[in-house]
């Protein structure tokens, strides 16, 4: 697929597990993903930077992801 500027661009984008690092396929309904957000540790205040991860359902599912 193009955009109007004609470059390609890919119409879905895969993510990968975090604790496992396989793909999280678009059907995995129990994936989740979880965005982090940094904190200065002298004000205690958000930066404004997050952190991402991503955990597939067999991850979840096994239990393992509190170990991640």
Known sequence: M???AGEFVDLY???K????N???ASKDHASIQINIAEV?????RMTGVN?????????RRMGESDDS
Do not use: F, L
Request: aromatic share 4%; net charge neutral.
């Open 22 to 24: 396989r793909i999280v």
């Open 51 to 59: 952190k991402t991860y991503a955990i597939c359902g067999a991850i």
């Open 2 to 4: 193009q955009n109007e």
């Open 40 to 44: 200065d540790e002298s004000t205690g």
């Open 13 to 15: 984008i895969p993510r």
């Open 17 to 20: 597990c975090s604790a496992s």
